[in-house]
């Protein structure tokens, strides 16, 4: 694979030019959302600019056209995360309708009084509030893994959850507060022994590990294409295709069906009958374009720069006095959490975004496992393909200053 060479990779991306109070921009919030390279911006322009139009049912050229580009997504989605087969590719608006499509669909046809249903102490709340939603309607069962002090889960305690009880576990495969990279084999295939189904939210996973939902033998997979290089507005959810085709569908409307009369409607196969209505063509179709970039670059060379990234980080943030970071895992994707003694999260933020760095601040949407950690929230450094060491020097001295100034 070609050499990775991060200077001619940032040029790719037109953002990182942006200056903010005279100071290049220092963007470390990638685990909230990528920055785009220029084929995407430029896939969706030309998508608008040259063959808008509504897919599937027009038989003009640009209908064709449209709906080749779609569908082509849909075959690189396929190998980016080696699905079996297409139509096990269902395009939704990000993990966050992925998970709530399995909610309210296999869930309600599924979860009955007493079951039980199996999440982590480190869920995205995305991987929370559905089941509640279902488990109060259902009046079904919310366990939940612990969490260790070093931020990883307590897999003796997951295997004791488990019971003949146990309808579905549904776990984060990297997390966004910690970067905490979880067992998902392991807890994937106790719970097929309870035979339980099991649903991995790859909100953070995706872009930096390989993905293999066969070799996974997961039932379910969510991810967003604004975390991987692409457009917001669009998601992926990956099911088992006799999954899929037992479950009721999600919306109804116009793409999903077969045939409507008044008595009874029949449903368009996998994997249109849960794409109802005129679905995010621009944004599917530009998703393309990002999977075939981070493809192009190679997933190996950019996890190597990641690592680097998150060791030379951690180095670094350990010299400074009164700062913890907060999940120290033994495999972590490249996300560093941390929080200073006497300092509030929020104002190093807004210091750091004086110096023009962008980190995140706060509860990252895992108010649970704030409080298992029992803090109010951290600062979150997350690191992309485009990420330098230069940046990470920046934000330490950015640091210093901010405990001059605030402590
Ligand atoms: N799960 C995790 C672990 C996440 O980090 C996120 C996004 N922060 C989500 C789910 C939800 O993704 P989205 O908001 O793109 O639907």
Redesign the pocket.
């Known amino acids: 694979s070609p050499v990775f060479d991060v200077q001619s990779i940032r040029e790719f991306f037109p953002i990182l030019n942006r200056e903010l109070n005279d100071k290049r921009l220092v963007y470390l919030d990638n ?2 959302t990528s920055q785009k390279p220029q084929v995407v911006i430029d896939a969706l322009s030309n998508y608008y600019s040259h063959y808008n139009a509504n897919i599937h049912r027009g038989i003009h050229t640009l209908a064709e056209e449209a709906t080749a580009a779609y569908e082509s997504t849909r075959v690189t989605v396929r190998k980016f995360i080696n699905a079996l087969l297409p139509e096990e590719i269902i395009f939704t ?5 992925g ?1 709530n499509l399995v909610a309210y669909t296999w869930g309600r046809q599924n979860i009955h009084s007493g079951d039980e249903i199996i999440i982590s102490g480190m ?2 709340h ?2 929370i509030v559905p089941w509640q939603i279902l488990c109060e309607e259902k009046q079904a069962i919310l366990k939940v893994i612990p969490v260790t002090d070093k931020g990883e889960l307590d897999m003796e305690a997951y295997k004791n959850l488990i019971s003949s009880k146990t309808k579905l576990v549904s776990v ?1 495969h ?3 507060s910690l970067g905490t990279i979880n067992p998902v084999k392991e807890i994937i295939d106790s719970a097929h022994q309870v035979g339980a189904v099991v649903m991995i ?1 790859g ?2 996973s995706t872009v930096h590990l390989d993905i293999d939902v066969q070799q996974l033998d997961c039932d379910f997979f969510a991810f ?1 294409g ?2 991987v290089y692409g457009p917001t507005g669009v ?1 992926v959810l990956y099911g088992k295709k006799e999954l899929l085709e037992s479950m009721p569908p999600f919306m109804g409307g116009g793409e999903m069906i077969k045939e409507v009369t008044f008595e009874k409607t029949t449903y368009a196969d996998l994997p249109y009958k849960y794409e109802a209505g005129t679905p995010n063509i621009a944004d599917t179709v530009a998703l393309k374009s990002a999977l075939d970039f981070i493809n192009e670059i190679g997933k190996d060379a950019i996890r190597k720069h990641e690592n680097d990234l998150l060791k030379y980080a951690t180095t670094q943030l350990e010299t400074l006095p009164g700062l913890r970071i907060i999940g120290k895992a033994k495999e972590k994707v490249s996300v560093v959490s941390f929080v200073m003694q006497n300092i509030h999260p929020q104002d190093i933020g807004v210091l750091l975004d004086n110096q023009g760095i962008a980190v995140r601040t706060g509860h ?2 895992t108010q649970p496992l704030m409080t298992r950690f029992q803090i109010p929230g951290t600062v979150r450094a997350s690191f992309a393909m485009y990420n330098t060491k230069e940046e990470i020097d920046k934000l330490v001295s950015g640091l210093q200053k901010a405990i001059k100034m605030l402590s």
Not at 93 to 97: Q, V
């Open positions: 685990a909230a608006r990000g993990a966050t309708e998970i869920e995205h995305s991987n984060v990297a997390s966004n939210d909100a953070q967003s604004h975390k998601g990252h949407c």
